[in-house]
Protein backbone atom coordinates (compact mmCIF):
# COMPACT_ATOMS: atom_id res chain seq x y z
CA UNK A 1 0.00 0.00 0.00
CA UNK A 2 1.43 3.40 -1.17
CA UNK A 3 0.21 6.54 -0.20
CA UNK A 4 1.74 10.11 -2.06
CA UNK A 5 0.91 13.69 -0.97
CA UNK A 6 2.63 16.77 -1.57
CA UNK A 7 1.40 17.67 -4.91
CA UNK A 8 0.59 21.26 -5.42
CA UNK A 9 0.37 24.09 -7.79
CA UNK A 10 3.53 26.67 -7.35
CA UNK A 11 5.35 28.50 -9.92
CA UNK A 12 8.57 28.18 -12.32
CA UNK A 13 11.09 28.22 -9.77
CA UNK A 14 9.22 27.00 -6.63
CA UNK A 15 9.97 24.05 -4.27
CA UNK A 16 7.90 20.94 -3.36
CA UNK A 17 8.19 17.68 -1.56
CA UNK A 18 6.50 15.01 -2.51
CA UNK A 19 5.77 11.94 0.46
CA UNK A 20 4.84 8.53 0.06
CA UNK A 21 3.73 6.67 2.66
CA UNK A 22 4.49 2.35 2.19
CA UNK A 23 2.89 -0.03 4.53
CA UNK A 24 2.51 -4.04 3.90
CA UNK A 25 5.28 -4.40 1.85
CA UNK A 26 8.76 -5.22 2.81
CA UNK A 27 10.22 -1.66 2.76
CA UNK A 28 13.72 -2.51 2.88
CA UNK A 29 14.06 -4.89 -0.09
CA UNK A 30 12.30 -2.96 -2.27
CA UNK A 31 13.58 -0.54 -4.92
CA UNK A 32 11.21 2.43 -4.93
CA UNK A 33 10.78 5.49 -7.15
CA UNK A 34 8.84 7.92 -8.19
CA UNK A 35 7.40 8.28 -12.09
CA UNK A 36 5.65 10.71 -13.84
CA UNK A 37 3.05 11.38 -16.46
CA UNK A 38 1.52 13.42 -18.43
CA UNK A 39 -1.84 12.83 -20.62
CA UNK A 40 -0.90 11.40 -23.78
CA UNK A 41 2.97 10.37 -23.15
CA UNK A 42 4.50 7.55 -21.59
CA UNK A 43 4.91 7.03 -18.11
CA UNK A 44 8.85 8.18 -17.06
CA UNK A 45 11.37 7.65 -14.22
CA UNK A 46 11.88 10.60 -12.67
CA UNK A 47 14.11 8.99 -9.36
CA UNK A 48 14.64 5.35 -8.10
CA UNK A 49 16.67 4.31 -5.16
CA UNK A 50 17.58 0.65 -5.95
CA UNK A 51 17.65 -2.33 -3.31
CA UNK A 52 21.61 -2.10 -3.44
CA UNK A 53 21.33 1.47 -2.10
CA UNK A 54 22.09 3.04 -5.85
CA UNK A 55 20.07 6.10 -6.39
CA UNK A 56 19.53 6.95 -10.37
CA UNK A 57 17.88 10.35 -11.57
CA UNK A 58 16.30 11.61 -14.88
CA UNK A 59 18.64 13.68 -16.82
CA UNK A 60 15.75 16.09 -16.59
CA UNK A 61 15.41 16.35 -13.22
CA UNK A 62 19.51 16.22 -11.75
CA UNK A 63 20.59 18.46 -9.57
CA UNK A 64 16.81 19.82 -9.08
CA UNK A 65 15.56 16.69 -7.17
CA UNK A 66 16.47 14.54 -4.74
CA UNK A 67 14.94 11.38 -3.42
CA UNK A 68 15.42 10.48 -0.20
CA UNK A 69 14.19 7.39 1.97
CA UNK A 70 13.06 7.65 5.99
CA UNK A 71 13.52 4.50 6.99
CA UNK A 72 11.90 4.61 10.27
CA UNK A 73 9.07 6.12 8.74
CA UNK A 74 8.45 3.86 6.03
CA UNK A 75 8.55 6.62 3.73
CA UNK A 76 9.83 7.59 0.53
CA UNK A 77 10.19 11.48 -0.31
CA UNK A 78 11.65 13.88 -3.29
CA UNK A 79 12.31 17.04 -2.98
CA UNK A 80 11.49 19.15 -6.31
CA UNK A 81 13.94 22.48 -6.37
CA UNK A 82 13.26 24.87 -9.25
CA UNK A 83 10.02 23.32 -10.77
CA UNK A 84 9.48 23.92 -14.21
CA UNK A 85 6.39 24.40 -16.41
CA UNK A 86 7.63 20.85 -18.09
CA UNK A 87 7.61 19.40 -14.81
CA UNK A 88 3.86 19.77 -14.82
CA UNK A 89 2.55 15.76 -14.23
CA UNK A 90 0.92 13.40 -12.16
CA UNK A 91 3.69 12.18 -9.67
CA UNK A 92 3.63 8.41 -8.64
CA UNK A 93 5.50 6.60 -5.98
CA UNK A 94 6.08 2.78 -7.21
CA UNK A 95 7.70 -0.22 -5.15
CA UNK A 96 9.09 -3.30 -6.70
CA UNK A 97 7.76 -7.00 -4.82
CA UNK A 98 11.21 -7.67 -4.19
CA UNK A 99 15.13 -6.98 -4.68
CA UNK A 100 15.64 -5.42 -7.89
CA UNK A 101 18.85 -3.20 -8.90
CA UNK A 102 18.22 0.59 -9.46
CA UNK A 103 19.38 0.49 -13.47
CA UNK A 104 16.40 -2.36 -13.65
CA UNK A 105 14.18 -0.51 -11.51
CA UNK A 106 14.56 2.83 -13.30
CA UNK A 107 13.97 1.29 -17.36
CA UNK A 108 11.19 1.10 -18.84
CA UNK A 109 9.11 3.44 -16.91
CA UNK A 110 8.91 1.13 -14.15
CA UNK A 111 7.22 -1.31 -15.61
CA UNK A 112 8.46 -4.14 -13.50
CA UNK A 113 7.46 -2.73 -10.48
CA UNK A 114 4.36 -4.06 -8.89
CA UNK A 115 3.04 -1.71 -6.11
CA UNK A 116 2.05 1.06 -7.06
CA UNK A 117 0.12 4.52 -5.52
CA UNK A 118 -2.78 6.37 -6.66
CA UNK A 119 -0.62 9.75 -7.80
CA UNK A 120 -0.10 13.34 -7.32
CA UNK A 121 -0.26 16.33 -9.11
CA UNK A 122 1.96 18.88 -9.40
CA UNK A 123 1.65 21.80 -11.63
CA UNK A 124 4.09 24.53 -12.29
CA UNK A 125 2.98 27.57 -13.79
CA UNK A 126 5.15 29.94 -16.00
Known amino acids: HLVESGGDSVQTGGSLRLSCEVS????????MGWFRQTPGKEREAVAV???????IYADSVKGRFTASQDDSKNTLYLQMNSLKPEDTAMYYC??????????????????????WGQGTQVTVSS
Open 94 to 115: AASRGYIIATVCFADGGRLLGW
Open 24 to 31: GLTYKLAC
Open 49 to 55: IGSEGDT
